[in-house]
Nanobody
Framework: QVQLVESGGGLVQAGGSLRLSCLASRNIRNIYAMGWYRQAPGKQRELVAT???????NYADSVKGRFTISRDNTKNTVYLQMNSLKPEDTAVFHC??????????WGQGTQVTVSS
């Protein structure tokens, strides 16, 4: 079992930046992959970025060059640095942990609102 707690969301103007944090309840070295997903009103949840325990990253095309995912194993925390935010980035951002045997865990989410 893994509990995930997100923080760092808020209201920001277009072009601004936010950094999201996801604190895990266990050593993230033992978690195969962690990531961020988002869900806008009326839309399906979509991948934003993932990072595996060997540091391999993957990004949605819509955020490449603007968002950066990173992990601090000493703090059991994964970050999402979001720059050049756009109104279409407005969504609830959820942290995800995926174990090597397939189990997945989700955080409750943090709201990001980008005003134009």
């Amino acid at each position: 079992q893994v509990q995930l707690v997100e923080s760092g969301g808020g209201l920001v103007q277009a072009g601004g930046s936010l950094r999201l944090s996801c604190l895990a309840s266990r050593n993230i070295r033992n978690i195969y992959a962690m990531g961020w997903y988002r869900q806008a009103p009326g839309k399906q949840r979509e991948l934003v970025a993932t990072i595996t325990n060997d540091g391999t990253t993957n990004y949605a095309d819509s955020v490449k060059g603007r968002f950066t995912i990173s992990r601090d194993n000493t703090k059991n925390t994964v970050y999402l640095q979001m720059n050049s935010l756009k109104p279409e980035d407005t969504a609830v951002f959820h942290c995800n942990a995926r174990m090597i045997w397939g189990a997945e865990y989700w955080g409750q989410g943090t709201q990001v609102t980008v005003s134009s």
